[in-house]
């Protein structure tokens, strides 16, 4: 598309859903690895939400949708496979990036020894992962809607130079 070129109002909603929908990969690992953690102590959202949420977090555990998802958003998204402006290749490389980040945070976490996890040291590190990947993928969904681009510590650093142009 040339420089002066203006998109048409299905074409902006159509990036920005595109955009935004795989930052729901980050979200759903942390909801399935930690449940709501630090909020269920102001809110009930586990009971609240559990009835909805329960077949979509059992289908997405026993399936490698995920996967699938992330291979086919990198391949045809990030890859320049398909022609797409650069704001949906740069929020869909950040929201793969997060998802593994989030993946490597949740790994991380199940490997500590149990009397760590429950003890109030856990309850912080849990508390501050959880916050900082919903955090980060709340502020970019939200970023993405108003249609400019969100600013991730090292992570937007890695997507912006994943989705350059190759020399």
Not at 114 to 127: A, D, N, P, R
Request: net charge neutral; hydrophobic share 55%; with cysteine.
């Amino acid at each position: 598309m040339a420089q002066g070129e203006s998109l048409t109002l299905r074409e902006r909603l159509f990036d920005k859903s595109i955009a935004m929908s795989i930052y729901i990969l980050p979200l759903i690992e942390m909801i399935i690895s930690f449940g709501f953690s630090c909020l269920n102590t102001i809110l009930p959202l586990s009971q609240l939400t559990q009835p909805a949420l329960a077949p979509i977090l059992n289908f997405w555990q026993t399936t490698p949708i995920s996967i699938i998802v992330f291979l086919m958003a990198y391949f045809l998204v990030i890859r320049p496979t398909l022609s797409f402006r650069r704001f949906v290749r740069f929020n869909v490389a950040q929201g793969l990036l997060l998802y593994l980040m989030s993946t490597l945070v949740c790994f991380l976490y199940s490997v500590m020894p149990t009397i760590l996890k429950q003890s109030f040291l856990g309850f912080m590190i849990e508390s501050v992962f959880y916050l900082a990947i919903v955090g980060a993928s709340l502020y970019s969904m939200i970023s993405v809607s108003l249609g400019v681009y969100s600013d991730i510590p090292f992570i937007s650093e890695a997507a912006d130079l994943h989705v350059q142009p190759s020399r």
